[in-house]
C-alpha cells in the first residue's frame, strides 16, 4: 500500500466566486484525499491528506481539471506530517492584511441556468436572477474578500431552506454558489411608471407590452440601468434621443439570440465567439442593409453595436419580445450611468415612461464592454463589464504598488502590484462631478479590494488634467508624470509584453506635449523608460482651442489657410464665421498648435461635408471612416519632410481632398484616397526611421487606431515591408488603455531606479 501523505496548498489566481471551493471538495472525492479548503484574502488554501498517488492525482487537478471560470495562475505545495484526518471539507474563509485574491467578473447566465429559467417544471423557472458557481453577477455586487456572502449586496436576502440545502450540498453545481437565491429569497423585480407608482400585472410581461406600444423603458441590468426602445420604432428611438439629449451618439441593440443578431449584421467567427462567450460585450459589426433597425439607431455609421443577453432578467425581457430593441446606457447626455434606484428614478424619470427594477443593490457601476474584431482577434474599444476586474499580467514586476490616475477622457484608472494591473471598469470624462467622484469611489474600492497601497501614482503629463489634480492631492506618495503619448505606446507594449524599444505611432486626439505644444500625430521612439519624439504630423493651429473638437469645420477652416493662404475655398456653409476663424488662425490668437491625426480627420470630414459639429468625440473622424469606397486604390501622395525630427505633410492630405471636392469627385473615394494616403505616409515615415534606428517592431497606439480601415492600410503596409506591428488586444488603444502605459512606465522607472 502507497505510503499516507499531507500537504499544506496554496492556489492563486482567479480562484474566488468561480465555484472552486466546491471543485476542490469534488476533485478530493475523486482521489480519495481527506482535508479541507477554504477562501482568505490570498486566494484559496487547502489542506489535503492521502495516499501519496492520490495526492499527486489531486495537486496536478487542481489546475488541469479547474472551473470554467477559474484561472489558477500558481499552485504551491508544502509537504507536512499526516494527522489522519477523515473527510473532505469547506471551512470557514478568513481574513488577512496581506490580499491576493481576484475578483471575477460578471458572467452571462450559463446554458444550465438558462435552462431552468425556461423549464415550468423547474422551481426557478422565469426567475430573473438564477445563477450559480459558473455565471451570474461578481464585481458590480463585491463588496470585500474573501469572496462570501456576507461580502456581497446579497447580504440583503436572506437564504431560504430550499437554497440552503443546494449551497451545502457538494453534489449541486450551486455548491458556495454565493449570490444563490430563488423567486422565494432572491431579489425582486417590480414595475413602476415614472411617477414611481407600482404598474399591476407580471414585470417582464408589462415591460414588454409596454415597448411593443412605443414607450421608452429603464431597466436595472448588472452594472447600472438601461434604457430601452424597440428598435424599429422610429418615433420611439427620435424620443428617447431627444430627452436623453443624445443627438448623435449610435446606440446599442440587443437581439434575442445569435439567429437574431445574424439578421442585423455580417458576424464572422470571431464576432460570433465574442458575442456568445461569458463575457458579453457589445459587438460593433457591420450592418445588414435590411436590418429591421430604425436609421436613427447608428445614424451615419455602416457598423451596428450588438449584444446578446446576458442575465436572466434580458433572456426574459427578450424571449418575451422576439425581436432586437436598443438598451443603451441609463444616463443623461456626459453623467455616468445610473446604479442607484432612488437616483435612477429621479434622473430619469424625464426620459423613461415606465422602471423595470429590482431591489439587488449595484455596489459598482460597470458600463458594458465594447469591441470590434481585427484580423480575427478581439480590438476593445471600452473594457468593463464582463472583463473587469481581471487583472492584465505583464512579464514585468512592479517593485513597489502603483496607482495610475489616467486619462481626463474615457478614463480608467490602474493599481498595480506584483505582475498585475488591474484596470478600472470604465469611469468616462472626468470634467462632469458626478464622474469625478465615481472615479474617486473606485480608485478607494480597488484599493482595498485587492490590498494596494500605492507607493507610486503615476499621472499625465497636462498639468490641468482632473486625473493629474487628484494625483498631485495624495500624501506621502511618489509622483510619475507620463507622457500622454508616451502611455499609449506603452499601453500597446504592456498589451503584447514586449518590452521595447519600438517605433511607436500615437495617433489620437489631444495630448499635452513636452514642448507645451498639443501632440497627436506622433512617431516615437519608445520602451518603457523612455522615449524620443522622432516625427510627427505637421502642426497646425485650433482656432479657438477646444472649440474646434466641437466645431470641426474649424479644423478645416485652419488647415485650408495653411495650404493655401489667401487664396483659401471657402465652406459656404459657414460664411458668416469664416472670416473670423481664418483670422484667429493665422495670427496664433486663442490657436494653441496641434500635430494632431484625430483633429486632421476632422478638416477632412469638414472638407466632404460630412460632419462640421460634431455631438460626440470622434464622431467626424468615424463618419469619415463609414464613407470610404473599400473599392477606391488610389492614395492621396504626401511629402515628408526629412531632418533631425520627421514631418508628414498633412496639408498634402488637405489640399488633395478639397481639390477633389471642388472638381465634383465622390466622397466616399475622397475618403478612401485620404485614409490610403494617410497609411501610405505613415509607412513610409516608419520605414524612414527603421534606416536611423535599425528598429524593426512597431507599435500603434491611441484612439484613432480604433479606425478599422486606417489600423488594416497600416498593418498590411508595415508587414509588406518586413515589419512586425503591435496592435491592441487586451487593453483600449484610445484613452481608456492610458492607465495600463501610466502604470508599467512608472513601475519601469522604479526599477532603473533601483538598479542605480
Sequence with gaps: MAERGRRRIRVHGLVQGVGFRPFVCRLAGVYGVAGFVGNDSGGVFIEAEGRRPALDGFVAGLAGQAPPLAVVESVTVEVTEPIGEVGFRIVRSAGGALREALVAPDTATCGDCLAELTDPACRRYGH????????????????????DRHATTMADFVMCAACEVEYRDPGDRRFHAQPVCCPGCGPALRMVGADGLPVPGDPVTTAAAWLRQGRILAVKGLGGYHLAVLADQADAVARLRDRKRREDRPFAVMAPDLVGAHALVRLEPAAERLLTGMSRPIVLAPRHGNSKVAEAVAPGSRDLGVMLPHTPLHHLLAGQLAQPFVLTSGNLSNSPIEVEDQEALRRLSAVADGFLL?????????????????????????????????????????????????????????????????????????????????????????????????????HDLHPDYLSTKYARDLPEVELVAVQHHHAHIASCLADNGYAGPVIGVAFDGLGYGEDGTLWGGELLIADLTTFHRAGHLEPVPMPGGTAAIRQPWRMAAAHLTGTYGDELPLIRRHRDQWPAIVSMAQTGTNSPLTSSAGRLFDAVSAITGIRDIVSY????????????????????????????????????????????????????????????????????????????????????????????????????????????????????????????????????????????
Design 128 to 147: 430573473p436572477f438564477a445563477n450559480c458557481t459558473n455565471c451570474g453577477p461578481r464585481f458590480t455586487i463585491v463588496t470585500g474578500i474573501p469572496y
Design 358 to 458: 429590482h431591489d439587488r443593490r449595484i455596489h459598482i457601476r460597470a458600463d458594458d464592454s465594447l469591441v470590434r474584431v481585427f484580423r480575427g482577434r478581439e480590438l476593445p474599444i471600452r473594457r468593463s463589464r464582463g472583463y473587469v476586474p481581471a487583472p492584465v499580467t505583464v512579464p514585468w514586476p512592479f517593485p513597489r504598488p502603483v496607482l495610475a490616475c489616467g486619462a481626463e477622457l474615457k478614463n480608467t484608472f490602474c493599481v498595480a502590484k506584483g505582475v498585475q494591473a488591474f484596470l478600472s471598469h470604465h469611469i468616462g470624462d472626468l470634467e462632469n462631478y458626478e464622474t469625478l467622484r465615481s472615479y474617486a469611489e473606485g480608485i478607494d474600492h480597488f484599493c482595498r479590494l485587492f490590498g494596494v497601497r500605492p507607493a507610486v501614482v503615476a
Design 617 to 756: 468625440e470622434g464622431q467626424a473622424a468615424a463618419e469619415l471612416e463609414a464613407r470610404v469606397d473599400p473599392n477606391e486604390s488610389h492614395a492621396y501622395p504626401v511629402r515628408l519632410t526629412e531632418g533631425e525630427t520627421l514631418t508628414i505633410a498633412a496639408s498634402d492630405l488637405v489640399r488633395a481632398a478639397a481639390e477633389d471636392m471642388i472638381a465634383g469627385i465622390a466622397v466616399e473615394r475622397i475618403a478612401a484616397r485620404f485614409h490610403n494616403g494617410l497609411a501610405t505616409a505613415v509607412v513610409r515615415a516608419v520605414h524612414s526611421l527603421r534606416e536611423r534606428t535599425g528598429l524593426r517592431t512597431v507599435a500603434l497606439s491611441g484612439g484613432v487606431f480604433q479606425n478599422i480601415v486606417l489600423l488594416e492600410l497600416i498593418v498590411s503596409g508595415l508587414e509588406q515591408n518586413d515589419f512586425r506591428v503591435l496592435v491592441h488586444s487586451r487593453v483600449p488603444p484610445g484613452d481608456g488603455g492610458i492607465s495600463l502605459g501610466q502604470a508599467v512606465i512608472a513601475a519601469a522607472r522604479d526599477r532603473s531606479a533601483d538598479a542605480w
